[in-house]
Structures are given as C-alpha cells and as structure tokens.
T-cell receptor, first 114, second 116 residues
Framework: EAQVTQNPRYLITVTGKKLTVTCSQN?????MSWYRQDPGLGLRQIYY???????DKGDVPEGYKVSRKEKRNFPLILESPSPNQTSLYFC?????????????FGSGTQLSVL | AQTVTQSQPEMSVQEAETVTLSCTYD???????LFWYKQPPSRQMILVIR??????QNATENRFSVNFQKAAKSFSLKISDSQLGDAAMYFC?????????????FGGGTRLMVKP
C-alpha cells in the first residue's frame, strides 16, 4: 500500500530536549516536505526536498533541521524545542511534477512542548 | 511570494443545501495550479478538486465545483447537496509551476459544519 509513515502520532516533551519526528514514504517520490498546522494559519511549509541531499527552507524554518540522506526518509529534527513549536506537524511526499495533485500526507504528529 | 487567503474561518450549512467557501490568492505568475483539500477530524488530508490556471473551464468533481476567476484571483469551492460527511476543515492551496521555489502554499482554512 502506498503511504507516508510518520511517527510518533503524539509527542509531549519539555523545552530544550532534542527530538526527531520520522517520515518515510514507499512510493519512490522525489519531493518531500514538512508542514506545521496552526489554527487560523493553515499549513505552513517548514522545509522541503526535491531529491536526495537537496533540501531548502520553506516559510518557517527557524528552529528546525532536516536531512535527506535516502530518498524514502525525511526526518524533522528539533534540536532545542520551545513552546512556540507546539503544533500539528505533517510530512508529505509527491512525484516532483505532481506536487499538489498527487501529494500524499502522513497521519500527522501532534507535538506539545512544555 | 504567493499568498492564499481564506476569509471565512467557519461556515455552516444545512444538510442537503449548498455552500460556497471563498479563497483568494496573490501571484504575479500566469501558469499555476489551485487545489482544495479536505481535512476531516481524522486529520487525513484529502484532495477534493484541482484547477489549472490556463483552463478557463471550472473544474467539477461530483458534488464539488469551483468558480475560478483568474483576473480577480479568486477560487471558491461550491459544495452541493451537503452531507454530514462533508463536515471538515477545508484548505485552499496554490502551486507554482516554478520548480525552483517553495512550491505549495496553503490558506488558513475554513471549518465547515453541516447541520442535520
């Protein structure tokens, strides 16, 4: 089954404790992206990648890191989480020429930073 | 940078009635795509409908249709014969055809409630 697997689904942590949210896709997609969803602000892009070792900042990259060492994986790293990073996070993947119309989303990670 | 605005944070509709969700966007490009996504309480993101900017004909998918006004930069979603299962957050999104940039921009969302 074609899917984007994102873990964990829920995460509660404390300020400053490094964490990683994993994202893996089994569709050989070139494009992968991370979004955060906040009430009234919709989904805002954090980072995206158009292929292995190619990553770029989205609209809200501060406080986040990503890596794309393999085509299937695109982890999101919060080196020193802060309460303003409390949010719902989505990973998504797509063929590079079908971004939007063939965009597969993970099931989301609800992160709370205390 | 492109921006997408959904001016209605919440809308409600009676079951079987018709509702229209608004979306406006700002861009200097002529070639792009527009989308409407549905997010039910399960958090799953579901593509509802897409529109290519170069097509003048409005897209339709069963009970869902759009009113695409390119000059006005408006892209509204009409849901006909509303059903209880249509209750969800709806997001409008813009995709540039410029592969060099941030490709997909979402609006702030509209929460649709359907009354039985």
């Amino acid at each position: 089954e074609a899917q984007v697997t994102q873990n964990p689904r829920y995460l509660i942590t404390v300020t400053g404790k490094k964490l990683t949210v994993t994202c893996s896709q089994n569709m050989n997609h070139e494009y992968m992206s991370w979004y955060r969803q906040d009430p009234g602000l919709g989904l805002r892009q954090i980072y995206y990648s158009m292929n292995v070792e190619v990553t770029d900042k989205g609209d809200v990259p501060e406080g986040y890191k990503v890596s794309r060492k393999e085509k299937r994986n695109f982890p999101l790293i919060l080196e020193s989480p802060s309460p303003n990073q409390t949010s719902l996070y989505f990973c998504a993947s797509s063929p590079l020429d079908r971004v939007g119309e063939k965009l597969f989303f993970g099931s989301g990670t609800q992160l709370s930073v205390l | 940078a492109q921006t997408v605005t959904q001016s209605q944070p919440e809308m409600s509709v009676q079951e079987a009635e018709t509702v229209t969700l608004s979306c406006t966007y700002d861009t200097s490009e002529s070639d792009y795509y527009l989308f409407w996504y549905k997010q039910p309480p399960s958090r799953q993101m579901i593509l509802v409908i897409r529109q290519e900017a170069y097509k003048q004909q409005n897209a339709t998918e069963n009970r869902f249709s759009v009113n695409f006004q390119k000059a006005a930069k408006s892209f509204s979603l009409k849901i006909s014969d509303s059903q209880l299962g249509d209750a969800a957050m709806y997001f409008c999104a813009y995709r540039t055809n410029n592969n060099a940039g941030n490709m997909l921009t979402f609006g702030g969302g509209t929460r649709l409630m359907v009354k039985p």
